[in-house]
Nanobody, 124 residues
Framework: QVQLVESGGGLVQGGGSLRLSCAAS????????MGWFRQAPGKEREFVAA???????YYADSVKGRFTISRDNAKNTVYLQMNSLKPEDTAVYYC??????????????????WGQGTQVTVSS
């Protein structure tokens, strides 16, 4: 089992940066793929980024080149570095984990564990 807790959200001006962290508990952490999803009010939850158990990274087109996902297995922590933030990035960001093949990393239904989310607000 895995428990996830996100942190690092907040209010930032357009063009600014934030770094989200996802602390995971559970000794099987290294075996899981990790993903970040986000959900804005009135919108469906959408894929943002994912990192496989081997370290391969994947991004939604909307954030590619601006966001970077990474993981530190020694610290049981996943990060999402967000640069050049835009108002449309405003959402609750969720960390997720699961045993997932590469082709399923962008689909929320493939993830077994979810954090409670952290709010990111980008002002114009």
């Amino acid at each position: 089992q895995v428990q996830l807790v996100e942190s690092g959200g907040g209010l930032v001006q357009g063009g600014g940066s934030l770094r989200l962290s996802c602390a995971a508990s559970g000794r099987t952490f290294r075996s899981y793929a990790m993903g970040w999803f986000r959900q804005a009010p009135g919108k469906e939850r959408e894929f943002v980024a994912a990192i496989s158990w081997s370290g391969g990274t994947y991004y939604a087109d909307s954030v590619k080149g601006r966001f970077t996902i990474s993981r530190d297995n020694a610290k049981n922590t996943v990060y999402l570095q967000m640069n050049s933030l835009k108002p449309e990035d405003t959402a609750v960001y969720y960390c997720a984990a699961g045993i997932i093949y590469t082709e399923g990393l962008g689909q929320s239904s493939h993830y077994d564990y979810w954090g409670q989310g952290t709010q990111v607000t980008v002002s114009s």
